[in-house]
C-alpha cells in the first residue's frame, strides 16, 4: 500500500537529530528521501553509540528508510548537478548555517530559480533574523536559554533532558511545516520556504505549557521540584522491587487514589482541597505514596493501580522498553536488517493511519551506495562514474 507522500522525492542534506528526523518521518510516510551528503560522508557517520563493525548506532537510527548519495558542492560541477536534483525534487532540508548555505549555493533564492514549486526547509539553532540569528546552537543550549533547564532537577539545581527534546520536536515541526507546505502547493501550484529553529520550539513548548503567563500574570516563577508534579499529584516512589511513577491531576483522581490506598483521610484533611493545594503541602502527600507502594511490588502497584484507573507506571530501563507488550502491540519497535550488524531495532511509526499507514523497508543507507541509481536515472547511464572521475560526487 502506497503512503501518504508516495511520489514526494525529498533532498534530505541535514546533519546531526532535528532535520535527519524530519526527514525520517517524510520517509516513512512514503516520500523517496535522499540523503545528500559530502564525498566520504558526514561525521555523523562516526557519532557515537559506535556498533561492532564501526557503524555509528545513532546514524542508523535516524537514516533508515533513505538513499543515499555524495554531492561535492565545493566544485562547480557538484553545484550544477545540486540544480539538476533540486529540478526533479518537490522538497529539499538543511541545516546549514544561512551564509554557509548561500555559499554553498543551498540559499532558497537561488533554488527557487530552478524549481519555483520547490518547497524548501531551512532548520537553524535561533532563526533567521535577530541577535542570535548567526550563532550556533545545539540542543543542551536551547533547553538552558528556553528556561525548561531552570525547571528541571532538585532544589534549585538545574538539569539537562538526555533526550534530545528540542531537536526532536523541531524535527516534527519540520515534518509538519513541509507537509502544510505541500498542501498549500497542491492548492495554488506554488512553493515556498519554511523555517524552523530549536530556539523558536522551545519557546512554543514552554508558552503552551503556561509558565510565560504564570511569570507574568501570577508573578510566580517556576522552579525546579526534582519529581513532584506542579500541577497535581504525583511523582517517583519506591516499590519493594524498584521505582514506580504514579500521576493524577484533578479530583476525580485524587479521590479514587485515596480511596485505593485506602487513606480516605486524606479526603477530609482541609489542607488538600485541591491540586495546588496538595502541591503546597506535597511532603504528606507523597509520604502517604510512598507509605502504600513501599509496601508492594511495582507489578502489584502498577496492576491495582491501572485497574483503578489511575496513571501509573514503572520506570523500565532502555534494554527492556523494545519487549514491552504495549510496545510491540502498537507496532513502535521495528526491525530492519543492517549489513554489518544484523536485525538492528529501531522504531516505528506513532501515527497510525486506516487507509495509508507509514511503512520502514530499507535500512540505513551507506555512503553513495545510490549514487549510480540516482544520477544514471537522472542524465543517463554511465554519468555516475564519470561525476566521480570529475570530483562532483
Known amino acids: 500500500m502506497a503512503g501518504i507522500l508516495d511520489g514526494i522525492q525529498v533532498l534530505d542534506f541535514g546533519r546531526y537529530v532535528a532535520a535527519p528526523f524530519c526527514c525520517q518521518l517524510l520517509a516513512d510516510m512514503g516520500a523517496d528521501v535522499i540523503h545528500v551528503e559530502r564525498a566520504g560522508g558526514e561525521p ?61 549555493g543551498l540559499d532558497y533564492p537561488s533554488l527557487r530559480k530552478a524549481n ?57 515541526y519540520g515534518a509538519l511545516g513541509v507537509t502544510l507546505a505541500l498542501f498549500h502547493r497542491e492548492r495554488t501550484g506554488i512553493g515556498q520556504s519554511v523555517d524552523v529553529s530549536l530556539f523558536s520550539t522551545g519557546l512554543s513548548l514552554m508558552g503552551s505549557f503556561g509558565v510565560f503567563a504564570e511569570a507574568a500574570i501570577n508573578g510566580v516563577v517556576r522552579r525546579s521540584v526534582g519529581n513532584d508534579l506542579y500541577s497535581g499529584v504525583g511523582g517517583t516512589y519506591p516499590a519493594t522491587d524498584g521505582p514506580v511513577v504514579v500521576s493524577t491531576l484533578g479530583e476525580a483522581l485524587w479521590r479514587r487514589l485515596c480511596r485505593t490506598m485506602e487513606r480516605t483521610d486524606l479526603l477530609e484533611d482541609t489542607r488538600l482541597t485541591d491540586d495546588q493545594a496538595r502541591y503546597k503541602h506535597r511532603d504528606l502527600v507523597n509520604n502517604a505514596i510512598a507509605a502504600w507502594t513501599s509496601q508492594r511490588t511495582v507489578a502489584e502497584v502498577s496492576q491495582v493501580l491501572a485497574e483503578a484507573g489511575i496513571p501509573v507506571g514503572p520506570v523500565v530501563s532502555v534494554d527492556r522498553v523494545a519487549s514491552h507488550p504495549q510496545a510491540q502491540a502498537q507496532q513502535m519497535v521495528h526491525t530492519v536488517k543492517q549489513p554489518g550488524l544484523g536485525d538492528v531495532p529501531v522504531s516505528g511509526t506513532a501515527m497510525k493511519f486506516s487507509e495509508s499507514p507509514g511503512s520502514i523497508e530499507l535500512p540505513s543507507p551507506a555512503v553513495g551506495e545510490h549514487n549510480r541509481e540516482v544520477y544514471d536515472r537522472l542524465l543517463g547511464t554511465g554519468e555516475s562514474q564519470r561525476l566521480s572521475r570529475e570530483g562532483s560526487i
Not at 69 to 81: E, F, I, M, S, Y
Open 116 to 172: 519555483a514549486r520547490l518547497v524548501y526547509l531551512a532548520v537553524t539553532g535561533f532563526g533567521p533574523s535577530g541577535p542570535y540569528s548567526g550563532y550556533t546552537a545545539f540542543d543542551p543550549i536551547i533547553q538552558a536559554i528556553s528556561g525548561l533547564a531552570s525547571m528541571s532537577g532538585f532544589d534549585g539545581q538545574p538539569a539537562l533532558c538526555p533526550l534530545p527534546i528540542e531537536d526532536f520536536t523541531t524535527g516534527l
Open 44 to 104: 555523523d557517520r562516526q557519532r557515537g553509540p559506535i556498533g561492532p563493525d564501526g557503524q555509528s548506532l545513532y546514524f542508523v537510527g535516524l537514516n533508515r528508510n533513505k538513499r543515499a548519495v555524495t554531492l561535492n558542492l565545493d566544485k562547480d560541477g557538484g553545484r550544477a548537478l545540486l540544480l539538476d536534483l533540486v529540478k526533479q525534487s518537490d522538497v529539499l532540508v538543511h541545516n546549514q548555517p544561512a551564509p554557509r548555505a548561500e555559499a554553498l
